[in-house]
């Protein structure tokens, strides 16, 4: 299950780090009226585009440009500008930012490259109907090419701004990826669902206002939305570098 916990406990970090446990479970790091102004700011203002495994989303997202980095960081230097007039009021990701570094006990910054700035996070927008296939996340398999790739872990954190009327549980298998498992990679996206067969799980409702620490090297998937109100979440990886400090990206 995913365990919940209100300020750092280094245990629980630890295990996290090590795939004891696959997430730890945040709630309420911004408020109610917060999340509403957002996602009415998002879905009212800001044009929107596809990306691997999701429908809809806002910024620039690494997995979209592996083999293009002049791209990525020049799409990243783009999205980064809106998302600041985005969140000109109230930024979440400085909320998520200062959550982080209350739970590892470090400071947090976004991660650059030859002085340029990957992206600062992502916004997923889910509608009816939609899901995300059986996947799980390593830059440092997929990307070799670009710094984050050499940071010894990689997390997710992922905030919910808005609840769907139903669905929309982010459903995390007991397997991590393993090198062997590519032999039931999708070419487009994601695994064939014989790669955690028999695979218990666990499932966290996408709660407004709750931040989710995932180890994203576990299987995991985003089960249908259902109903009129969409699906929104804010995210970025993070990971810590040879010397001990926290970067994130997306």
Same mark, same amino acid.
């Given at each position: ?103 590892? *006990? ?45 940071? *010894? ?98």
């Amino acid at each position: 299950m995913p365990t919940q916990i209100c300020q750092a406990q280094d245990s629980k970090i630890k295990d996290l780090l090590s795939g004891k446990i696959h997430s730890l479970e945040i709630p309420n790091i911004i408020s109610q009226f917060e999340c509403d102004s957002l996602s009415k700011k998002i879905l009212s203002n800001y044009e929107t585009t596809s990306g691997p495994g999701l429908t809809t989303k806002i910024g620039t997202s690494l997995s979209s440009y592996i083999y293009d980095k002049t791209k990525y960081f020049s799409n990243a230097q783009k999205s980064n500008l809106l998302l600041q007039n985005l969140f000109s009021n109230t930024n979440p990701i400085d909320k998520i930012k200062k959550t982080v570094s209350q739970l590892f *006990q470090k400071e947090i910054t976004t991660a650059n490259e030859d002085g340029m700035p990957y992206s600062y996070c992502m916004i997923r927008i889910h509608k009816n109907g939609d899901s995300v296939h059986v996947h799980r996340d390593n830059c440092n398999f997929e990307m070799p090419d670009y710094t984050v790739s050499k940071y *010894q872990t990689q997390l997710s954190a992922i905030l919910y701004l808005q609840s769907p009327q139903s669905g929309g549980e982010l459903k995390i298998y007991h397997k991590q990826w393993s090198k062997s498992d590519e032999s039931h990679r999708h070419p487009e996206f994601g695994y064939s669902y014989d790669v955690i067969d028999g695979s218990n799980y666990d499932m966290i409702s996408p709660i407004t206002g709750n931040l989710v620490i995932l180890n994203p090297n576990f299987y995991h998937q985003i089960e249908p939305v259902l109903g009129k109100k969409h699906r929104i979440s804010i995210g970025f990886f993070f990971g810590e570098s040879r010397e001990k400090k926290l970067y994130n990206w997306s």
